[in-house]
């Protein structure tokens, strides 16, 4: 019996988002908010804030703290992610890109 090797098909995709099928307006969505919250989480990492320290200086609670840290995107809104930033100093900046 012969073998027949299929090609191999590599699709490529604009992010992760898009390969897990989500719709262009959630994946930008959650792309945005991924790199906020890799963002915040590198933050807290550099200054060695424990998680109850980390929530005074973000303005929430230690759960959520908890949650950003294990990456449980779905607990945050891009507001909320924007809202700790600034409540750490800093500036959030977008840029919109032809797509």
Known sequence: MKVVEEPLVIEEFES???ALGFSPQEAAN???RSKLMLQLRTI??????TQ???AKRCGVSQSWINDLLRGKIDKFSIDALINMA??????????????
Do not use: N, P, S, Y
Not at 44 to 49: D, M, P, Q, T, Y
């Open 16 to 18: 992760v988002w898009d």
């Open 30 to 32: 959650l792309q945005a």
């Open 44 to 49: 807290i990492r550099e200054h060695g804030w």
């Open 52 to 54: 109850v320290v980390a």
């Open 86 to 99: 600034t409540a750490l100093g800093r500036r959030v900046d977008f840029e919109l890109k032809a797509a």
